[in-house]
T-cell receptor, first 111, second 112 residues
Framework: QKEVEQDPGPLSVPEGAIVSLNCTYSNSAFQYFMWYRQYSRKGPELLMYTYSSGNKEDGRFTAQVDKSSKYISLFIRDSQPSDSATYLCAMKDTNAGKSTFGDGTTLTVKP | DGGITQSPKYLFRKEGQNVTLSCEQNLNHDAMYWYRQDPGQGLRLIYYSQIVNDFQKGDIAEGYSVSREKKESFPLTVTSAQKNPTAFYLC???????????FGSGTRLTVV
């Protein structure tokens, strides 16, 4: 079983919808949680970085971490066609020195 | 502008050849990483380095080699021992091990 499981998608929503992207994990040592956005044929870019449990908001994006349930989410409000991309969750523990990634969820926002 | 530069963007390799992918960063980051991405799959770690002259194997290191002689540079060699090298290769860096990554734009390697 993989350490990080991500909702596979693909996901297709109309413009303006609220999008929820989710990952679960099994390693309780994970302390740092990240979301990356990857456009087709490009390198991923870091969207959100959070430490431990709680919420973090940045514009239309909200990252949520629930360590007790080993569950993280990324919410996108007022989704736009430019949000169409693959979203990757990633996690680290303090000692590992490296991130473990989910397989990604591909999102399409239709005008 | 600071960032990570990967070259070449596209690379074609004949069976039995070794090829080297370049990764250079001017972000003054200590840690550097190589990942492989196959269609519809997530990122799998090949090698990583947290300081100069030191590196560790990732989950799929067989058939690959790296060096870290300078802080700015972390080249990846895909050897003939790698049985299925066709993939998208991504280099990344971070200030320290706990922070998120800055990625390069990737190298797409195809075996012909």
């Amino acid at each position: 079983q993989k350490e990080v499981e991500q909702d596979p998608g693909p996901l297709s929503v109309p413009e303006g919808a609220i999008v929820s992207l989710n990952c679960t994990y099994s390693n309780s040592a994970f302390q740092y949680f990240m979301w990356y956005r990857q456009y087709s044929r490009k390198g991923p870019e870091l969207l959100m970085y959070t430490y431990s449990s709680g919420n973090k908001e940045d514009g239309r994006f909200t990252a949520q971490v629930d360590k007790s349930s080993k569950y993280i989410s990324l919410f996108i409000r007022d989704s736009q066609p430019s949000d169409s991309a693959t979203y990757l969750c990633a996690m680290k523990d303090t000692n590992a020195g490296k991130s473990t990634f989910g397989d990604g969820t591909t999102l399409t926002v239709k005008p | 502008d600071g960032g990570i530069t990967q070259s070449p963007k596209y690379l074609f390799r004949k069976e039995g050849q070794n090829v080297t992918l370049s990764c250079e960063q001017n972000l003054n980051h200590d840690a550097m990483y190589w990942y492989r991405q196959d269609p519809g799959q997530g990122l799998r770690l090949i090698y990583y380095s947290q300081i100069v002259n030191d590196f560790q194997k990732g989950d799929i290191a067989e058939g690959y080699s790296v060096s870290r002689e300078k802080k700015e540079s972390f080249p990846l060699t895909v050897t003939s021992a790698q049985k299925n090298p066709t993939a998208f290769y991504l280099c990344a860096s971070s200030p320290t091990a706990i922070y998120g990554y800055t990625f390069g734009s990737g190298t797409r390697l195809t075996v012909v």
